[in-house]
């Protein structure tokens, strides 16, 4: 029977084959011969392993582990520690408490022998449970001796083996160009010897790197490859993530009827080979999905259950923050970013959803308008600015740029948001991202009425809205339209601005903690709210701890900002305690437009705020010749960014 197992396996029927095996072991239960018991669990977990039942495989793997460590038989014990993996190479077996521990001692046992199976399980660990390790320099220093070793030895299976092992283990948003050749290297080598299973893993690989490249055809052409190679294997594994790319694809080309229909399939397919990230691939899909047709936050309670259930799984954190802001809860959107953001986001894994999670976050961090998060993820996403972000192989946000022009048009940098919203367009074009391409005309629609080109500002939101419409994305369709209404002809007129701000909000939250800062936010926008009011101050936007407000006279301006800052001092004398707010006044000529204003002068009472230290009240010199009769502390000469002349301004006594 046990040659019959191996002859059923050959010929593709892995049920047959496991029945056999099964049948062998059953046969045996009253002999003492263990070395003929672990030939047949491992000839079993194989079997088991093909037919997709990941769950009987992985019991049979682990008691022939057992067993060989009890006969002292390292080859087998390394045989079924790589089994117990799974099929994949890169199989991170997430929650799992065995396969680390596994793969360890197998490679203890091998005592540092420089064969095939050694360079496997080198492998295996750097490609599957080190992935989610933020420290890549472990999983690189072992993928890259797997290599060396197969190479040596020249056994070109083992070569396949750890080049997959390899291209996973250096996943990340770094060295595309070295990727791509190793995931051709590994189609090349899997074809001369046979191996159709680890060939298509070299599809997998390329098709989703020409994705994170914005090259559609190649991307399609290897998904194809992929799913041919499939289908002729008839392993359910092999078949999830071919229609997982699939799904993908359909996703960001804004085909969702399809991609619906295929989700389940997925699901069904994959649920006895890679039950916990089948589940996990579809609630991805299902979430860009949600998130395109503005329903993510009903997506909410399955990412916290899935988080709780895979901890080490972080991408599942910039989720959570993003449909924490599709829900309202930008407070608590906000807690999830701060506390990534405290180590600059290190941890994240630079892995192969990395790209993927930090555009999350630079949406959520421009959507809760923390402008120090926003700034470190600028810096940490420029250098892929060409690229597309992927989390492979579930999910694709479109192209990098965008959320880079996001950042920068909410900084008022117009040149370099131009720059990357327009580069945005041309990779989500290229890539028939219809949703990507959607959201990046709405916010170059944003800066071109920001700088004066309203013409080609509607031209934006109108293709904007068109493509909305006919991809059911209500959220964004209202939008365009509400912002195109509201971009009737403006006019001049002279306003004097107000910009407030919290200092040190960062320090005082790490002090304080969550619930207590959100409770001082409140009582400080009640306070500042009633002080406009009284002053008949105009409140234009409230972004995190700030406010943009705009008054009639310079003179009702500036006695509200020492009303607020008597008040705050008030409260600290009583209570003990208050937040230290600084203030910028400035008095211009803007255009009004409904519910804001826009211009120059709006941007030189933001930077004068930004200048002013806590506590301060900070005016500009021509503002302060329309109000006498303030004690002044001292005067300055302010460098603005983005203005060539520098600004005098003066510190007003409250």
Known sequence: ???????????????????????????????????????????????????????????????AAALARRLDLPEQLARAALGYGGRFVWEASRGDPHLASLLADAIAAADRRRDALHARLLARLAAGPLRDDPDRSRRERLSAEAVEIAEEVGDLPTLAYVLDGRYAAIWGPDALDERMAI???????????????????????????FLEAGDLGGAERHATEQRMLARDL??????????????????????????????????????????????????????????????AASLLDELLAAAARFPTYAVLQTLIADAYVSAGRKADA???????????????????????AMTMLADVACEVDDRSAA?????????????????????????????????RLREGAWDEAREHLQRALDINQRLNARGATARTRYQLAELLFQTGSENAAVEQLTSCSQAADELGMEWLA???????????PSRAVSRTFVFTDIVRSTELVAAIGDEAWENVVRWHDQV???????????????????????????????ECGIAIQRRLAEHRRVAGFAPEVRIGIHADQARSRVGTYTGSGVHRAARIAAAAAGGEILVSQATLSGANGYDLIEKRSLQLKGFRDPLPVVQVAW
């Open 375 to 407: 700034s470190i993820l600028y810096d940490l996403l420029l250098p892929f600015q060409e690229h597309v972000g992927v989390s492979a192989p579930d999910a694709c946000t479109g192209a990098v740029a965008h959320v880079l022009g996001r950042i």
């Open 334 to 356: 906000h807690a999830v970013l701060r506390r990534l953001s405290a180590s600059a986001f290190s941890e994240i894994p630079r892995n192969d959803e990395w790209l993927f």
């Open 183 to 209: 995931a051709r290297r590994l189609v090349e080598t899997s074809r001369r010897i046979g191996d159709r299973e680890r060939e298509l893993q070299g599809h997998h690989y390329l098709s989703l790197a």
């Open 528 to 558: 500042l709210r009633e002080l406009f009011a009284a002053h008949a101050g105009d409140e234009i936007d409230h972004a995190g701890d700030g406010f943009f407000v705009a008054f009639s006279t310079p003179r009702a301006a500036i």
């Open 478 to 488: 209202e939008a365009a339209r509400n912002l195109l209404a509201g971009r009737t």
């Open 1 to 63: 029977m046990e040659m019959a197992g191996e002859h059923a396996l050959s010929r593709v029927a892995y049920e047959e084959a496991a029945r056999l095996f099964a049948a062998a072991l059953k046969a045996l239960q009253r002999s003492a011969d263990d070395r003929r018991r672990l030939d047949l669990l491992l000839g079993l977990g194989e079997a088991l392993a093909r037919s997709g039942d990941a769950a009987a495989a992985k019991k049979s793997f682990f008691q």
């Open 234 to 295: 008839k392993q359910p594994a092999q078949l999830l993530y071919a229609m997982t790319v699939d799904t993908t694809l359909a996703v960001l080309q804004g085909r969702y009827d399809e991609a619906a229909e295929l989700i389940p399939q997925a699901t069904a397919v994959g649920q006895r080979a890679e039950q916990a990230m089948s589940v996990i691939y579809s609630l991805f899909e299902r979430y860009m999905i949600a998130r395109d047709r503005g329903s």
